[in-house]
């Protein structure tokens, strides 16, 4: 019990849906599809989520869902088909290899391990658009991650709010 | 761990090693991003899905749009009365041109009848509006209201009021994509109006345009005015595309830097023109006669 990290906030949480899963990233996507023009330091919400769940749950989201949401993604962007594919295969398979490591640490220091997640996504799309001959976007492309990693403590709030179950204290009952 | 109810975490049953599945699906979207660039033949998966996606497009558009009418609303009455106001003194200076265009049109007609020209292509044109900037920060692109069930096709030129815009590059059933002149890889075929020399206009970054390729001596100007040459068959010749801003002429480098800056109002929001498809430029003289039939049919079968 004593090596056991005793964080406040860690409760026990019921089993995670399926269906939740995909209607939060269904919401992501479709705020992502809110036209703001070019407007700096909006977060690439469908990311955001897809790193949360791969970190979450790296049994249920994994490399396939990334796939399918990064061809919808490239679609609804109008961006060369498997820009985002490629990135946010790379988000869902760092996501699920350091699920583990990240977990064990409190929210502040898990959005420290998202953003450079974040970052090395936004780095393989400017990677591939530049080489496939498009323009720099410019540095302000790059504060999505920060904004995103920032939102880390309210995503969390929201997405594991199904789960959370109510607390009942006992007396004769250890946890 | 486990809940009363529910099966344990599947141990040992995970499918193939995290690292294959990842070489997997790198192939196959690099795959795709090769095909995409390169062949273009993903087309019609684009086409597909976006059909697919288009009533959440426009859900998703409904905020920004209630958020412009409200904006809209609130703005003052003063500001459209002076507006209005200015309308209507530019419309009357440019009645002075209209109403002498007509006469002169039709005199230009006549003497090319006289000459026995090739008669100048009439100019058709849908009316569309932008909706949004395409999300993709990497071009530079926006979305109008019109589509293929408008008869709106790839390739056409799109104007506003004061000049070219850019081109329709991809068209869905009820919206299309027009790219802007100032988008990387838009490459606009002009002449400087003042000496004459034909030259081709490039997208640069930060809204500006940039003619390549000019030698440092050229005869540029800052002030000029760059309008299409029409030469490409795909915009008409003589429409406003852009203003010298600055040439530098470095002794050290072959050719001039000379930047321009667009004359339409390229990251604005508004009503826009989408001009119909040029006729293809005649390749031989022979095939003239041939031609002007079924073309005229087409025609014909828009009116109706």
């Known amino acids: 019990m004593a090596i056991q990290p005793t964080h406040s906030s860690r409760r026990i949480l019921l089993p995670v849906k399926q269906w939740f899963i995909l209607f939060s990233l269904a919401a992501a996507f479709f705020l992502d599809l809110i036209p703001l023009g070019h407007a700096v330091g909006v977060p690439d919400w469908v990311a955001l989520v897809l790193a949360f769940w791969s970190v979450r749950e790296p049994q249920r989201v994994g490399m396939g869902t990334a796939f399918v949401a990064g061809l919808l993604m490239d679609v609804a962007s109008g961006s060369v088909m498997g820009q985002h594919p490629l990135a946010y295969l790379l988000l869902a398979y760092a996501g699920g290899g350091l699920s583990r490591r990240i977990l064990w640490f409190p929210l502040a220091q898990q959005a420290l391990h998202v953003l450079p997640m974040l970052l090395a996504t936004q780095l393989v799309m400017v990677v591939t658009r530049m080489a496939g001959g498009a323009d720099f976007p410019g540095w302000g492309f790059f504060l999505g991650s920060f904004s995103g990693a920032l939102l880390w403590f309210p995503l969390t709030f929201v997405l594991l709010l199904p789960q959370y179950q109510p607390v009942e204290r006992d007396e004769n009952r250890p946890i | ?304």
């Open chain 2, 1 to 304: 761990m486990s809940v009363v109810g529910h099966p344990p975490p599947p141990f040992f049953k995970r499918g193939p090693a995290p690292l294959a599945r990842l070489a997997f699906f790198v192939i196959l979207s690099l795959a795709l991003l090769v095909f995409d660039l390169k062949y273009r033949t993903l087309e019609w998966v684009r086409q597909g899905v976006a059909v697919a996606l288009y009533p959440l497009q426009r859900a998703a558009y409904t905020p920004v749009d209630l958020y412009e009418q409200v904006g809209a609303y609130f703005s003052r009455l003063g500001a459209v009365q002076q507006e209005n106001a200015e309308l209507k003194r530019k419309e009357l200076e440019s009645a002075n041109w209209l109403l002498r265009q007509q006469h002169l049109e039709l005199e230009n007609q006549r003497l090319r009848e006289l000459l026995d020209m090739r008669a100048r292509q009439p100019v058709s044109g849908t009316l569309a509006e932008i909706l949004y900037t395409a999300r993709d920060p990497f071009s530079r692109r926006v979305i109008v209201d019109k589509g293929s069930q408008h008869g709106i096709a790839g390739g056409q030129a799109v104007v506003d009021e004061s000049g070219v815009l850019g081109q329709v590059t991809r068209v869905f059933p009820l919206q299309s994509e027009v790219t802007l002149v100032t988008d990387k890889n838009q490459a606009v075929p002009v002449k400087i109006l003042r000496s004459g020399l034909r030259t081709v206009l490039f997208g640069a970054s930060g809204g500006q345009l940039e003619l390549r390729f000019l030698a440092a001596n050229a005869d540029v100007q800052p002030g000029d005015l760059l309008v299409t040459s029409g030469l490409d068959g795909v915009y008409q010749p003589g429409l406003p595309v852009a203003r010298v801003a600055r040439v530098d002429r470095d002794a050290a480098y072959s050719f001039a830097r000379i930047l321009c800056e667009p004359v339409a109002g390229v990251e604005k929001h508004g009503q826009v023109l989408i001009l119909g498809a040029r006729e293809p430029l005649p390749p031989q003289v022979e095939e003239t006669e041939a031609r002007d039939k079924p073309l005229k049919g087409r025609r014909a079968r828009k009116k109706e």
